[in-house]
């Protein structure tokens, strides 16, 4: 086994590990995240999209919220309990395919262009387990699959500055890493609240991909 898939061996263990106990992030029972995901549907919620990408799913709490805003959504996450999860959540539109699909070995471009691309709570756990080249690469194949005037939304929870996986210096980092592949911030906002008696910020960034001219 080379080390790529080691590392897809373990993100999928990992993230399988936690969403068999259950739901591990309270995803669809906290008020702090049912706040942020309002946020963010109202930063989002300007125009129609055609195809939405949304990376590191979970069992599709705010991808139900997402997909009346879409005609089609494709959420992707490596972990198969939560996928089966989203599944057989969904209720909606009907224009949404759960897949269960590790981002980083995913074609972006395969399947088109996408108008809208969502990464909620994904990326310092990309940084975690790949390499920074790799991260900057991943980067830059998003950029290339966005459509022209496109937009891609990023959250991210800042945490202590003993938690270096979401320090705040790390997760800015991750969020210039994006203007710095081509994409222009059109708004970046820090969401605030308390989540099991922990006071949070969130970092909420929406990034266009600037239009052929």
């Not at 990326?123 to 966005?146: D, H, K, M, P, S």
């Not at 939304?153 to 890493?177: C, K, Q, V, W």
Request: contains cysteine; glycine residues 8%; hydrophobic residues 40%.
């Amino acid at each position: 086994m080379n080390d790529r898939s080691r590392r897809h061996q373990q993100a999928e263990d990992f993230f399988e590990g936690l969403w068999k106990r259950g739901d591990p992030w309270e995803f669809e029972t906290s008020e702090f995240e049912r706040a942020k995901y309002d946020e963010e549907i109202r930063i989002v919620s300007g125009r129609r999209h055609e195809r939405v990408l949304e990376m590191g799913c979970g069992a599709g709490a705010f991808t139900r919220r997402l997909s009346p805003l879409a005609d089609r959504v494709l959420a992707l996450d490596v972990s198969p309990t939560a996928i089966a999860r989203a599944r057989e959540a969904e209720a909606g539109p009907g224009n949404t395919e759960f897949r269960v699909q590790n981002i980083m070995d995913f074609d972006l471009r395969a399947e088109g262009f996408w108008d809208l691309v969502v990464l909620n709570e994904t990326i310092y756990y990309l940084g975690w387990l790949y390499t920074f080249f790799e991260v900057a690469w991943f980067g830059t194949e998003l950029f290339n699959a966005t459509l022209s005037g496109g937009h891609l939304l990023m959250a991210n929870t800042f945490g202590e500055m003993s938690d270096h996986l979401i320090s705040p210096t790390i997760i800015r980092t991750y969020h210039d890493l994006f203007k710095n592949v081509g994409y222009e911030q059109t708004s970046n906002e820090v969401f605030r609240g308390t989540k099991s008696g922990v006071e949070l910020e969130v970092l909420i960034s929406l990034f266009t991909k600037p239009a052929l001219s």
